[in-house]
C-alpha cells in the first residue's frame, strides 16, 4: 500500500491528477516538498512548522495530503478572505480534480448567527433601539422567518455596524445552552452540529483558540473531533491566542448584562423595585469608575493599590455581589434569569481575580475609550499554555505563513507558539528575486528621529515615482507619518497626476480596487496594509517603507515580555524587538512580488537597515533582492521594467 506522502507525491505530479484536472497547474518542486513534510507530519501524528516563500503554492500543498489522509481536518486562517477562498474556491477545486469527494464546513464565530432567545427578548424590551434600531429589528424578525441558516450575512439590507445586531446575535456569555427555550431550532447549535459532522471544517483563528482554551465562542469539541489541524496563516496566532489565555471584564459586557437582565426580568415577571434599584447601584459603580480613569483614552498601566480606580473597582464588585445576593431568590424562576444571575456570579468572579493579587505570569492593564473601559490580564508567554493544551490530543498540527523565520531562524515563533519540539521546513520562494526585483535604500537620508525626517524620505523617493508613473504603494508604520505623507501629497510636492489613495478615506476594499483601476496610483497605508494585500501583476511595481517597523513598547504585553526577557538575563532587543520588527518588515516587502511575472522595487527609506549593526538581520529576512544604493541606477530598472511590461 502507498504512504500519503507516495499518494501526495503522485496527485502534485506532472502527469497527476492536479495537472490534468486543475487548468493553469503547473507542478512545482517547493510545493510537492512542502506537501511531502505534510503527509509525513499527518501520518506521524506530529508537529510541523513550515515557512511557505510567496508563489510556493502552500495552500494545495497542505490540502492535498489532508484531504488525501481520509481523516478529520480542521483548517484555521487568519482572515476571513482566505477562509472565503478555501471554502468557496480552492476545496471544491481540489476535490473535483482528485476525484475525492470531501465534506466540507464554513464555522464562523457565534456572532454571525442569529439567536432566536435574544431576538425574542429585543422584541419584548426594545428599550435602548433608536427608530432606525426598531426598523432594523422588525426586518430581522421577519427574515428569521424565511432563513435556514441564521447567518447574519444573508440579512442584506441591515448594516453591519447597526445596533440592533448586538440585540440578536450570542455571546458565550448570554447564551443559555442547553437551557434555552430556543435549543431545538438554534441557529448555533446546527452551524456546530452540522461542523462536527464534516470531513474538513474551515475555522479562523479566534474559533480555534476559543475551542483551545474552552473559552468564549468555543464550545470544546471542535479539536477533539480533529486528526489534523493546520493553521494557516500562523503568524498571526500568538497574539490571538495571548487574549485567548487571558481574563478581561468590559463596562460595556456588564452594561449588557443588566439590560438583559431587566429584559430577562420582565419576561418572567420578576422585574421589580429591589432590582431595579440594585442594578441602578451597579450602573453608578460602573459610571463612577470609569469617571476615576480620567479623559485621556487608550491603554493604561493597572492602577495602583489604595488609589481611586482600585477603590472604585471594589466598590463596584461589592454592588455586583449584592444583586447576585438578590438574585438568588429567583434561582430556577426561568432559564433566562438563571442565566444572567450566573453571568453576574462569573463577573464578579472575573473581578475579583483581576483585581487580586499580582500573578508574576500575567500581566494586567487597562484599556480606557471615551465612555467605556475594560480590565484585562493575559499570560505573559501564552507558549506553555498553547503546548499543553496541543499535547491533550496526538493529532497532526501544521502551522504555515509565509512569514515565519528570520535568516532561516524560527525561534522566536517557536517559543511563542510552544512549538520546541515541531519539525521545522523553510521552502524558498520560486521567483526569480535577483533579476525581477530590486532593493533600494537611499544615501543620504538622516536617522527617522531627525524632525524633517518624513519628507526628506518622500523627496528621495520621487525619482522612483517617476520612473514607475505611480503603481506605490508608501507603507508607514505610523498614522502620524501617514497623515504628514497624506499632507505632502496633496500640497503637491510629487507633481505628476497621480491619483492619490490614503487609508481612512474609504474603505481598504474599496481603496484596492481603485488602486488596481488608476493608471497611476499613490497608496498610503499603515497598519493592516502590511500584510494580506494581494495585488498580482503589474498594478503594483514600487513598494515604499517609511522605516524599520520596530514596535513601541506600549503595549503592555510586550512590555512585559520585554521584561521578562531581561529578569532572565536575556537580551530583549535581539530576542525579541528585532526578530519581530524583521518579520514586520518582510511582510511589508512582501507586498512586491506576488506572482511570477511581478517585478519592480523595495524601498526602505530607514538608513539604519545599512548602518547599524543590527540592519544585517533585516536584510537576512528579506528575499534575495540586490541591493542597490544608487536612485538613478534604480529609477533605471523601474523604467526598463515599465517598457518590458508595456512590449510584452
Ligand atoms: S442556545 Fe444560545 S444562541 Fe441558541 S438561541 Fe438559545 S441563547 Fe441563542
Not at 502507498?2 to 497527476?16: F, K, P, Q, R, T
Not at 468555543?218 to 496566532?237: K, R, T
Not at 415577571?269 to 450602573?283: C, F, I, M, N, P
Not at 517603507?545 to 520585554?562: H, K, N
Request: charged content about 25%.
Amino acid at each position: 500500500m502507498s504512504s500519503l506522502v507516495e499518494i501526495c507525491d503522485n496527485a502534485m505530479a506532472a502527469d497527476g491528477p492536479l495537472a490534468m484536472g486543475l487548468p493553469g497547474y503547473a507542478p512545482r518542486s517547493g510545493q510537492r516538498g512542502m506537501a511531502r513534510a505534510v503527509a509525513d507530519a499527518i501520518e506521524r501524528r506530529s508537529q510541523l512548522l513550515v515557512e511557505a516563500g510567496t508563489g510556493t503554492g502552500k495552500t494545495f500543498a497542505y490540502l492535498v495530503p489532508a484531504l488525501m489522509s481520509g481523516r478529520r481536518v480542521v483548517v484555521s486562517t487568519g482572515t476571513r478572505n482566505l477562509q472565503d477562498q478555501l471554502f468557496a474556491r480552492d476545496l471544491p477545486a481540489l476535490t473535483r480534480a482528485m476525484g475525492a469527494p470531501a465534506d466540507v464546513a464554513l464555522l464562523k464565530g457565534r456572532g454571525n448567527y442569529l439567536c432566536l432567545h435574544r431576538m425574542q427578548l429585543a422584541l419584548e424590551d426594545p428599550a435602548g433601539l433608536t427608530r432606525a434600531g426598531l426598523r432594523e429589528l422588525a426586518r430581522v424578525r421577519s427574515w428569521a422567518e424565511t432563513t435556514r441558516t441564521g447567518d447574519v450575512a444573508e440579512a442584506t439590507g441591515i448594516p453591519e455596524d447597526s445596533i440592533v445586531w448586538p440585540r440578536v446575535t450570542s455571546t458565550t456569555d448570554n447564551c443559555l445552552g442547553s437551557a434555552c427555550p430556543q435549543w431545538q431550532d438554534c441557529h448555533v447549535v446546527r452551524a456546530r452540529r452540522e461542523a462536527l459532522r464534516a470531513d474538513v471544517i474551515v475555522v479562523n483563528h479566534h474559533l480555534l483558540m476559543a475551542d483551545l482554551a474552552l473559552k468564549e465562542e468555543g464550545f470544546g469539541e471542535l479539536l477533539p473531533a480533529a486528526d489534523v489541524v493546520i493553521v494557516d496563516e500562523a503568524h498571526q496566532l500568538a497574539d490571538v491566542a495571548t487574549r485567548f489565555f487571558g481574563t478581561s471584564v468590559s463596562s460595556r459586557q456588564l452594561s449588557q448584562l443588566l439590560g438583559d437582565l431587566r429584559a430577562e426580568g420582565l419576561l418572567a415577571g420578576a422585574w421589580d423595585e429591589g432590582l431595579a434599584r440594585d442594578t441602578g447601584s451597579v450602573e453608578k459603580a460602573l459610571a463612577r469608575t470609569r469617571e476615576t480613569m480620567g479623559r485621556d483614552t487608550g491603554r493604561r498601566a493597572w492602577p495602583a493599590p489604595g488609589g481611586n480606580v482600585e477603590q472604585a473597582i471594589e466598590t463596584l464588585i461589592d454592588e455586583l455581589v449584592v444583586l447576585a445576593g438578590r438574585m438568588t431568590a429567583l434561582d430556577g424562576l426561568s432559564p433566562g434569569v438563571d442565566g444572567v444571575a450566573s453571568r453576574v456570579a462569573q463577573s464578579v468572579e472575573r473581578l475579583t481575580r483581576l483585581s487580586g493579587k499580582a500573578d508574576p505570569d500575567q500581566v494586567r492593564w487597562i484599556e480606557i475609550w471615551p465612555r467605556s473601559f475594560t480590565l484585562q490580564c493575559a499570560p505573559v508567554d501564552a507558549g506553555p499554555a498553547l503546548a499543553a493544551r496541543r499535547d491533550e490530543r496526538p493529532s497532526a498540527w501544521i502551522f504555515t505563513s509565509a512569514t515565519l523565520a528570520v535568516g532561516g531562524d524560527f525561534s522566536l515563533v517557536q517559543a511563542r507558539l510552544g512549538l520546541e519540539d515541531a519539525d521545522l521546513l523553510s521552502v524558498d520562494s520560486p521567483f526569480d528575486y535577483p533579476r525581477r526585483s530590486r532593493l533600494f535604500v537611499p544615501s543620504g537620508l538622516p536617522e527617522p528621529a531627525a524632525r524633517d525626517y518624513t519628507q526628506r524620505a518622500l523627496g528621495a523617493m520621487l525619482p522612483l515615482l517617476e520612473a514607475s508613473g505611480g503603481g506605490a504603494f508608501f507603507l508607514f508604520t505610523s498614522h502620524r507619518a501617514l497623515r504628514e505623507a497624506a499632507d505632502w501629497f496633496r500640497a503637491g510636492a510629487a507633481a505628476g497626476g497621480y491619483t492619490l489613495l490614503v487609508q481612512g478615506d474609504e474603505p481598504k476594499d474599496i481603496l484596492l480596487r481603485r488602486f488596481r483601476d488608476a493608471p497611476r496610483a499613490v497608496l498610503l497605508g499603515t497598519g493592516s496594509f502590511w500584510e494580506g494585500v494581494d495585488v498580482r501583476g503589474p498594478a503594483l511595481r514600487l513598494v515604499v517603507i517609511d522605516r524599520l517597523p520596530f514596535a513601541v513598547p506600549d503595549d503592555p504585553i510586550l512590555e512585559a515580555r520585554l521584561d521578562r526577557s531581561r529578569e532572565n538575563g536575556g537580551n530583549p532587543f535581539r530576542e525579541i524587538q528585532l526578530p519581530e520588527a524583521a518579520l514586520a518588515l518582510k511582510q511589508g516587502a512582501g507586498r512586491l512580488m506576488r506572482d511570477v511575472e511581478d517585478q519592480g522595487v523595495v524601498a526602505i527609506c530607514d538608513p539604519r537597515i545599512v548602518g547599524k549593526s543590527y540592519g544585517r538581520v533585516f536584510l537576512s529576512a528579506l528575499s534575495p533582492m540586490p541591493l542597490e544604493r544608487d536612485a538613478q541606477a534604480v529609477a533605471g530598472f523601474l523604467a526598463e521594467a515599465q517598457a518590458r511590461e508595456m512590449a510584452s
